[in-house]
């Protein structure tokens, strides 16, 4: 079994910055991505970054400039360091895995439980 455990939301103020974590535990063979999506109350899941196994990273527009994406493949972690943060940032935070379980599986994707983050004064 797969488990991806995030960390690291919270309240901040407009401005500020926040850290979050994702690590992978379980069966894992292989990780082919990493990354985070959100979601705000009313609105559809979104992503939020992503990196590949070789270093690929792609973000959403609101966020580039902001946010920055990193990954440790040897501890099968990823972080996402958010800066400048905006109340509209405000959502639940999902870490999201593409892994292969054992050398015979198909890629699946797996998702965290989500962490809150808010951003208010």
């Known amino acids: 079994q797969v488990q991806l455990v995030e960390s690291g939301g919270g309240l901040v103020q407009p401005g500020g910055s926040l850290r979050l974590s994702c690590a992978a535990s379980?069966?894992?063979?292989?990780?082919?991505?990493m990354g985070w999506y959100r979601q705000a109350p009313g609105k559809q899941r979104e992503l939020v970054a992503t990196?590949?196994?070789?270093?690929?990273?792609e973000y959403a527009d609101s966020v580039k400039g902001r946010f920055s994406i990193s990954r440790d493949n040897a501890k099968n972690t990823v972080s996402l360091e958010m800066n400048s943060l905006k109340p509209e940032d405000t959502a639940v935070y999902y870490c999201?895995?593409?892994?292969?379980?054992?050398?015979?599986?198909?890629?699946?994707?797996?998702w965290g439980q989500g962490t809150q983050v808010t951003v208010s004064s």
């Open positions: 999201r895995s593409t892994l292969r379980a054992t050398m015979f599986s198909y890629a699946n994707i797996y």
């Open positions: 379980g069966k894992i063979f292989s990780i082919n991505a």
């Open positions: 990196t590949t196994n070789n270093g690929v990273t």
